[in-house]
C-alpha cells in the first residue's frame, strides 16, 4: 500500500519481582506490530545479568514458547521495526546489547538521528568500532563513552549530542530510561500495572493491552528514571518547541490510542466530519480504504447524511509484503490486499475516503477496480492535506520527486489517479481535528516547517554507504 511508514514500536517493563517479562513484552510488541513489520526482539536483566533474543520477522514469527521461556528478568525492553536506516539484516535488530565499562546495557530507538553520520564518522576516527549500520548504535557507542560511573549523566551528556526525533528506552545501571526527544517528535507514554510495574509504550493501546494505568504522555526534552516501582523525571532540554507529529493523529498511531491525551479515533472522525462540511457534492455512498480512512469515512457519512457502505474488503491473512515490489507484484498485492464488493458499487456515484494520498499509485488502482466493478463515478477524499516533504524524524516517507502532491495540482491529480474529483482536508481543518495548537504539532510534511534545521539528504542516504 501506498504509505508512509512509522519506524518502529518500542515497549518497557520494570518491575520490583523477578518475573517471566518475555511473554509480558511479546504481548506489547504483538500490540504495536502495525509500526514495524521488519523485525523484533526482547531484552530482559535481572541482577546484572541481560538476555536477549531477536530476529528478522513480525513478532509471531520471531517468538515461540521456547525462546520466550528464558526471557525472565525484572526490565525488559522490546522492539518492533521497519527500517528507515540500515538494510534489514539481522544485526539491525533492536534491541541493542552492549557490554561497557558500568556492565550491561540495553537500548530501543524510534526515530531518526539527523547528525548520525557525523557522530558515528568522528567515533570511527578515535577508535570506536560498530556492528550494525542503523544510526541508533551512535546512541550506545556515545553512552559508552561518555560513561563515567553514572548512567544518567552519561544519558545526559550523550542526549545532548544527538539531534532529531527520537523515542528511547534503555536498561542502564539496573535502572530503566524513557527518553523523548527536546521537540516531542516521535510518542512515548507511560503507565502503572495493577501489580506496580512502570511499563513505556509508543501508544497507550499497549498500556491498555498490559492492564497498565496511564500516567502521562512524556514530555519533550523528558528522561524518566525509575528503579523498582518508583520514578523520578529530568529535563534535559527544555528550549525546543514541541513540535508533536501530526501524521501519527493521520495514520501511524492505532485508532484505539490516544496521543497526547487526544483520541486517534476521534481524530480521525473530525475529520471526515470537516471534510464533509467543505463538500457541495451529491454522492449516494460514502466507503472508506480499509482499515486506515474508516473513521474518517464514518465521520463524512454521519455529518453528509449519507449512507457508510463497505465497497472494499481487505484480506487480513495478507502478512508483509516484499521491499521494492516490482509494478506487476504491486498490483497483485493490491488485488490480493483488497476486494470488491461489486453489488454495492454498481451504478453508484461513490464518495472514498482515505487517510492521505503519497505517490498516488495505489488509489489509481483501486478507483480503476472500482469503475471495473460498475461505480457510476468516484471521488476521492484525503483526510490530510496533500504530502509534500520528506520526514527526517523517523517516518519513511518516498523522495520528494515521487511525491504526487508535491508535484502536481489537486485537478492534474484528481486526472491521473481516474477520481471523478479529488478534494483535500484543509491544513487548517487537520489541526483543528487533532485538537493541539499548531505551534505545538510538526506538520512538516504538508508545510516544510521543519521544527530544526534539517540536512540536505536524510540520513538514510548517506548510511545506505555504510
Ligand atoms: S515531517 Fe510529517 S511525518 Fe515527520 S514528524 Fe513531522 S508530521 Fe510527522
Redesign the pocket.
Known sequence: MDK?REECGLVGICSTQYQPLGTKLFDGLMSLQHRGQEAAGIAVYHEGVMTYFKNTGLASEVFNQENLRPLNGSIGIGHVRYSTIGSQARKNAQPLVVEFKGGSMALVHNGNLINAVSIREELIDEGHSFTTTIDSEVIVRLLSKNYKGDGLEALITTLKQIKG?YALILILDSKMYGVRDPNA?RPLVMGRTKDNEIVFASETCTLDLLEAEYIKDLDKGEIVEVSGSDYKSYTFDDTKRR?V????YVYFSRPDSRQEGRSVYEARVRMGELLAEKDSGEYDLVAPVPDSGIPAAVGYAKAAGLPYTHTLIKNKYIGRTFMDPTQEERERLLRLKLGIISETVKDKRILLVDDSIVRGTTMKRLVDRLKQAGAKEVHVRSCSPPIK?S?????D?PQKKTLIGANYEVDMIAKQIGADSLMYLDYMDLIEAIGIPKEEL?????DGQ?PMEVPRVQSRYVFEKF
Open positions: 508512509l526525533g517528535l513540535a507529529c501530526a501524521f501519527e516533504y520526514c527526517y524524524f523517523g517516518i516517507t510538526c506538520c512538516a510534511c504538508f521543519y
